[in-house]
């Protein structure tokens, strides 16, 4: 139901954009969030936002990402800018969705997209 794409190898201080695009026969979208796991971590929250479009972030990631989404595609993206090694990671977008047939919303993630930030 979620793919994610855009990760990719950057230089320190770089840029890059994450998609998620939710697909299948969805009724209603909910929260929508990315979280990332770096390697020998827990998965974090990265940030998240809400179907009005209220945003929260982690603290490291303040300032220097920014999510958003388009309702109608059924996508979130994260604007990832001041990049830095710590930020390496595999990135997850994940989303509450019900779908057709379904009274209620549940969570789904996507398969993941590597960020990797070299100094």
């Known amino acids: 139901q979620l793919q994610a794409s855009g990760g990719g190898l950057v230089q320190a201080g770089g840029s890059l954009r994450l998609s998620c695009a939710a697909s299948?026969?969805?009724?209603?979208?909910?929260?929508m969030g990315w979280y990332r796991q770096a390697p020998g971590k827990q998965r974090e929250t990265v940030a998240r936002?809400?179907?009005?479009?209220?945003?929260n972030y982690g603290d490291s990631v303040k300032g220097r990402f920014t999510i958003s989404r388009d309702n109608a595609k059924k996508m979130v993206y994260m604007e990832m800018n001041s990049l830095k090694p710590e930020d390496t990671a595999v990135y997850y977008c994940?989303?509450?969705?019900?779908?057709?047939?379904?009274?209620?919303?549940?969570?789904?993630w996507g398969q993941g997209t590597l960020v990797t930030v070299s100094s």
């Open positions: 299948g026969n969805i009724v209603d979208i909910n929260d």
């Open positions: 994940n989303a509450e969705l019900r779908l057709a047939g379904s009274r209620y919303l549940r969570n789904y």
């Open positions: 936002i809400t179907s009005g479009g209220d945003t």
